[in-house]
């Protein structure tokens, strides 16, 4: 398959090249360091990066990023960069990718943990991550010529640990490699409209 992995150059993106590149022609997507430049928060940077590699079989999201931030001291334009960022860039992704998918692709998006495990100062990112799964179930349905879609929800990575320990209080982080092989099963696998839970 041809591959497109958007978000390529970080640690879940690494991890999901590493597993997927022996098998596949991977192309990869990120703000630097990739083979296309791509900002998820510009329509037009989105629409440059499909013009620029055309047909792919599947599409894959490792990005989107969510301000950490109390509910308290959030702001409209705090809470904005997860919606312009993990919520509407994937969304715009696929709304803008359908016509460079080939006939039974399929798109890959990420959610995570927080929309079912709360933490404090997680409001923001919960939010983006419920509204991808609820996107992707919803979308499954209307999707076209055979196109499959589903998400990834992942627990904290172990190799994000040392950045996030602080706010993930308790919980059990995952190697970025368990939740590659989630991303391979939505990729190479037959299900769609589904979120697959990494924990």
Same mark, same amino acid.
């Given at each position: ?48 990066m ?23 001291a ?43 495990? +709360?933490?404090p ?5 919960a ?19 055979? &196109?499959? &879609?589903?998400?990834v929800?992942p ?19 995952? +190697?970025?490699s ?5 991303y ?9 409209g589904?979120?697959y839970?990494?924990?």
């Open positions: 398959m041809r591959i497109l992995v958007v978000g390529a150059t970080g640690t879940l993106g690494k991890a999901v090249v590493d597993r997927l590149k022996d098998k596949h022609e991977i192309i990869k997507a990120a703000r630097s360091g990739g083979d296309v430049t791509v900002d998820m928060t510009s329509t037009e940077s989105i629409a440059a499909y013009e620029a590699v055309g047909k792919v079989d599947a599409v894959v999201v490792t990005a989107g990023s969510a301000k950490f931030l109390p509910l308290t959030m702001t409209p334009d705090d809470n904005q960069v997860a919606i312009d960022g993990k919520l509407k860039g994937q969304i715009n992704i696929v709304l803008l990718g359908l016509d460079y998918v080939n006939d039974g692709g399929s798109f890959t998006l990420v959610s995570g943990i927080l929309m079912d495990d +709360p933490i100062q997680g409001a923001s990112a939010m983006a991550n419920g509204a991808i799964r609820a996107f992707v179930k919803s979308a499954a349905i209307e999707m076209p010529r055979g &196109i499959r &879609i589903n998400t929800s627990n904290v990575l172990e190799e994000s640990w040392n950045d996030y320990a602080d706010y993930f209080a308790g919980f059990v982080p995952v +190697p970025a368990k939740a590659a092989a989630a391979q099963k939505s990729i190479e696998g037959k299900q769609t589904q979120c839970e990494v924990y």
